[in-house]
């Protein structure tokens, strides 16, 4: 492949290979503080490749694929190569990362303790976590929360935050430019920018902590806080776990851990600063 | 060319501790887009290699286990649905007979043996029991139940898994007439409600599989099930067997490649067991296919074995227009 | 009068108890099953030693109240039915 790059986020390597210069440019740019590993063995290798011949040159049109790929793959157009370059990454994870239990949930580290937040999409775990990331708080991720299957610490993987629609201003208030990709308008979930965490999320992207409380996130309602039941919890954290069948027993037995140890509540809330002054204060209580 | 480091790589473990990291990545993402990481995972001592690979093949073992508990879990349900001993074909069989070609394999569905007369029977049951039709419209499914080999696939209900029924191994419109009937005669038992084929059947049902099929996708990993079956062979019966099947050319074919990858005794190489050979190494190191012409010509050669020219004239055009293109 | 059916745990499940349901995770299956009262007392009194819905009332009988034998054994049958269907016990 013409193009690559090869970086490591949290405990995973990518070897990124691209038909087109302008993804990996955009990669090298935004993740230029995350360990460059071109000289060492990756852990899984993402390929952005041409859905035809003739699609390299003309409306150039992108598959994605790598080691682990979905056949009916949606293409995408060259000027969304960075999402696809980060949904090639997910998609590793999410179909072959075999070491953690991994829970589709955004998660922050405060005094030695994560917060993990789950939801579905739009739930506004991932503009949450970017703003506590911001205010204070370390993000350790937005997209995936990898559980230890041994110790239950929580480990990040600090990817770049991808923020959707009204997201986006309220971040790019808050976050300096140079942090912040490029607009990528029109995709299949609207508007996207993406943000790159803090320098700390970075430099500590090795540090697992363990997990002190679990909320499920929704905004747009007027603001609630319920008791989540264990039954209730498990249920849910299964479907939002991408590997917890295929890690068998030892992700039976981690995330039924998770579930007795760390409370659980589902908060509802209207606004960004209304989500944030109820955390805080969850935090204080139970975290 | 990263086929050639992965057959190298399963045929002389000990080569691997030259590899470099670009080597190490490049193989790795051979192996999985082959679906042989699994199957390189338990031949590769872990001590010739470097601490970086280690927990991508302990991954790859994890997954081998988990498939193989699951790939076992599926034949116990169908032999509890049916009532009977169920005669287990492919990587299942494999697995439960702990055979060597079970050793870190990908298994997809689960493949069984019955006699033609009894797949009505057989259908009704699993349908009964919570296997469901996956959706085919009306053209394919015709064209299954007259001329394949197996009933159309079924997946279960609540787990979510394939079964394929077959009554022999090949289909009905390809020019070779495997004998169905010796195959289930001559079945093993290996537990009380599970029996394989017998080794030699083993082979040809591989061979039949991979050759007589012609479209030769996932060939290196049907090789080396091959390369792997051949040691538990009886040479003559082998032979003796493939004629009955009318595959003798067939087998003798798969003998030579297996032998020319993997290793053993091996008669020369044709001119046409070269272009073979190519076509299989056709893997670079980041796992993409190469020699695009070569594949399609083999798919189309795949089809036309399997059917007559005016039939696959009409079967190409139905699926073409159905927005089904060649890979 | 036909024999009773005699059953045993196919293999061992782990069970862990939550605050409101209990989880069973099958080995053999992989599957993971949610679970409430009587069911995880029921695979408990099961054991490994085999045994019929009577036997299993009996050894359930000295731990808990459980009310009308012939309801109750009745019941039991019914749930070690449904643990056949998942395959998580075994008609021996």
Known sequence: MRHQLSLKIGPASFRIGSAWREPIELLTKLYADYPQTSDEVSDFTVRLEPTSLLRRWVRPSIFITGDHGLADAAPMSLSHGLLAAEMGMNLQMALGWRRHLLLHASSVEKDGRALVMTGESGSGKSTLAAQLGERGWRLMGDEFALLDLVTGAVFPFPRLVSLKNGAIDVIAGEAPAERMGPLLAGTAKGDIRHLAPRADAVTRMEEGVRPALLLFPRFGHAEAVRLVGQGEVFMRLTQASTNYVALGEAGFGALTRFVQDVPARAIDFPSGEAAIALVERLWEELG | ?327 | MTAERRYHQDCNAALRELEDITLLYHRASGQTHMVISPVPEILEALGDRPATATEVHARLERRYDLGEPEQVIAEIEAHLAGLVALGVVRGA
Not at chain 2, 95 to 113: P, S
Not at chain 2, 124 to 153: C, F, S, T
Request: charged share 25%; aromatic share 6%.
């Open chain 2, 1 to 327: 060319m990263s086929g050639v480091a992965l057959v190298r790589a399963l045929r002389e473990p000990g080569t691997v501790a030259k590899l470099d990291a670009a080597g190490w990545t490049a193989l790795i993402a051979a192996a999985r887009a082959e679906r042989l990481i699994g199957t390189l995972a338990f031949r590769i001592d872990e001590a010739m290699t470097p601490a970086a690979v280690r927990p991508i093949l302990a991954d790859a073992r994890v997954d081998a286990d988990r498939e193989a508990r699951q790939a076992l879990w599926e034949a116990d349900r169908a032999a509890e649905a049916l009532g009977a001993p169920v005669l287990l074909l492919k990587g299942t069989a494999y697995v439960a007979a702990g055979l060597a070609a079970g050793e870190g394999r990908f298994i997809g569905d689960l493949d069984i043996l019955v006699p033609r007369q009894m797949m009505n029977q057989v259908e009704n049951i699993l349908n009964a029991a919570g296997w469901e039709w996956v959706k085919q419209d009306a053209y394919d499914d015709a064209y299954y139940r007259q001329w394949m080999h197996e009933l159309p696939p079924m997946i279960h209900r609540e787990r979510d898994r394939m079964i394929d029924v077959h009554h022999t191994i090949l289909p009905l419109t390809a020019r070779q007439r495997p004998d169905a009937e010796a195959m289930l005669m001559d079945a093993v038992s290996i537990t009380e409600r599970l029996s394989v084929l017998s080794p030699e059947d083993m082979v040809c049902h591989s061979v039949a599989h991979l050759l007589a099929d012609g479209d030769l996708a996932g060939g290196l990993r049907n090789l080396w099930d091959i390369h792997c079956l051949l040691d538990r062979v009886d040479a003559a019966r082998l032979a003796e067997r493939a004629k009955r099947h009318g595959i003798g050319k067939h087998v003798a074919q798969a003998q030579r490649l297996a032998a020319a990858l993997y290793g053993g005794q091996g008669a020369p190489l044709t001119l046409w067991d070269r272009v073979i050979v190519w076509r299989l190494l056709a893997r670079d190191g980041w796992g993409r296919e190469t020699r695009k012409l070569l594949r399609f010509g083999f798919y189309l050669r795949s089809h036309w074995l399997r059917m007559p020219p005016l039939m696959l004239a009409r079967h190409l055009f139905t699926k073409w227009r159905k927005g089904h293109r060649p890979i």
